[in-house]
């Protein structure tokens, strides 16, 4: 059954009087064949108790303070969001985990939307934005026809949305970004996009040809199968093999840092390579293949390819793993056996 999601504004008012000011939320409906409404759900930011931001993440709009009175549709400002080619239904899953995450973290509410008083103000159009900015949509550009950003008090405040996310993608292509905190993100089947951003993440690739980027700070991204490309950005991240290296699982680091980010190896796959810790001295070589016994890890400087080698120079061929930047002076020191 086809689903849409849609931003909807209401105006506030305060004692019957309107304040200029929207309340945004968002609904995901449900139809039938025959175009009959099946199901409302909604997600829209709240103030629970004296001043935490809490949220209704997915419950019945029906039974919501968002509920329909006699409102027609351009008095509630709907506007759908164009997903591009992603189901209504997925791109809700990940919303609504991500609501759920704002409501346990420990955010203060704020009605300071004259922003007279400087420091952290979020109110319920935060947390809209935030939802919007966690699947990959423009919060300028999701907005419902007719509200301006200005009319939509503390909108896009995602600065301050400090949520330790954690969040599972769906078995077709998500497109996460989790913002600041330090989150972790499993993307599941499908050729994801993850964007961790500030804080240290921990992002999951899994299976399909996915796209992980740490963005700021040390984060750790586990790219899984398929034919990945890995972005650690500023801080010193950790890039970590846990799969069995063939044509169809070769990554590519685009910003492979000798000095700041390490690949870590996962010794149970990589079952050469012995216990943990980093890597051997004597396990490591740089050229185009293997050059005596003990050698692992060949680092082909100048196609920036590099192989594992089970024998080192043994009859079993090396296999490819991952591709990184040509010319680096890469050692032993950076790989960790994990
Ligand atoms: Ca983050
Ligand atoms: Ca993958
Ligand atoms: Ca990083």
């Not at 900015?133 to 008090?153: K, M, Y």
């Not at 740490?214 to 750790?220: L, M, Q």
């Not at 890039?239 to 990554?251: E, G, K, L, R």
């Amino acid at each position: 059954m086809p689903s849409v999601i849609a931003i909807e504004a209401k105006p506030l008012e305060f004692e019957d009087i309107d304040s200029g000011f929207f309340h945004l939320y968002l609904v995901k409906t449900q139809t039938d064949a025959s175009g009959r409404v099946i199901s409302e759900k909604v997600i829209r930011g709240s103030m629970e108790g004296f001043d935490d931001l809490g949220t209704i993440a997915g419950a019945n709009l029906a039974s919501s303070p968002d509920r329909r009175g006699s409102d027609t549709t351009a008095e509630r400002h709907r506007t759908v969001l164009d997903l591009g080619t992603r189901n209504a239904d997925d791109v809700w899953n990940v919303m609504v985990q991500h609501a759920v995450n704002i409501d346990r973290a420990d955010l203060r509410y704020s009605l300071d939307i004259g922003r007279q008083i400087s420091g952290d103000d979020l109110n319920s159009n935060s947390v809209i934005a935030s939802v919007l900015h966690t699947v990959g949509l423009g919060v300028a550009a999701s907005l419902p026809v007719g509200v301006s950003r200005s009319e939509a008090p503390l909108y896009g405040q995602l600065q301050f949305m400090k949520v330790d996310d954690t969040l599972s993608g769906t078995a077709n292509r998500d497109r996460i970004a989790s913002g600041v905190g330090n989150d972790t993100v499993r993307s599941g089947g499908g050729d994801d996009s993850v964007s961790g951003e500030n804080g240290d993440d921990r992002l999951y690739g899994s299976s399909g040809n996915d796209n992980l980027s740490g963005g700021n700070g040390n984060d750790r991204l586990y790219s899984g199968w398929g034919n990945d490309i890995l972005r650690g950005g500023s801080g010193k991240d950790a890039f970590v093999f846990y799969s069995t290296p063939s044509a169809a699982n070769i990554d590519t680091i685009r910003d492979f840092s000798v000095a700041n980010d390490t690949i870590w190896l996962e010794n149970k796959v990589f079952t050469a390579l012995g216990s943990a810790g980093v890597l051997k001295s004597s396990a490591f070589w740089t050229g185009d293949a293997a050059h005596d016994a003990t050698d692992r890890i060949v680092y082909d400087r100048d196609d920036g390819v590099l192989y594992y080698d089970q024998d080192g120079t043994g009859a079993v061929e090396q296999v490819a793993f991952t591709k990184i930047a040509a010319g680096l002076r890469m050692t032993n020191a950076d790989f960790q056996i994990v």
